[in-house]
């Protein structure tokens, strides 16, 4: 039996679970949820490669990226934007963008990320 490896876990979730050299982040959101969407969109992708980091792995290695935002109409040009400028353009992950509703009125993205270890 493999094992599995989870990090930054409470008793609700774990931030990354690592098994069969698969790491799954759990939904990254800004931790300053009063800025816009570029900045929010800025601390979420440094959060994704802190976390990526730690399970050994890297943005090279991402296999699906699931994004939700709040509102697609208003920010999708400029989340996109940066994502264009931090993913790595040889390596891009199989991806999904969709709107939702959050709990929390001011987040406005969410990143989901599978990677390869």
Known sequence: MTS??????NPRLSRVVVHNQVAWLSGIVAADCSQDIQGQTRQVLER????LAEAGTDKSR????????KDMTAD???MNALWSA????TQTPARATAQVAFDDAEIRLELIV???V
């Open 76 to 78: 999708f040009d400029a």
């Open 86 to 89: 931090w993913v790595d353009p």
């Open 114 to 116: 599978t990677a390869a």
């Open 4 to 9: 599995i490896q989870r990090i930054q876990s």
């Open 62 to 69: 991402l296999l699906s990226v699931q994004i939700w935002m």
């Open 48 to 51: 994704v490669d802190q976390l």
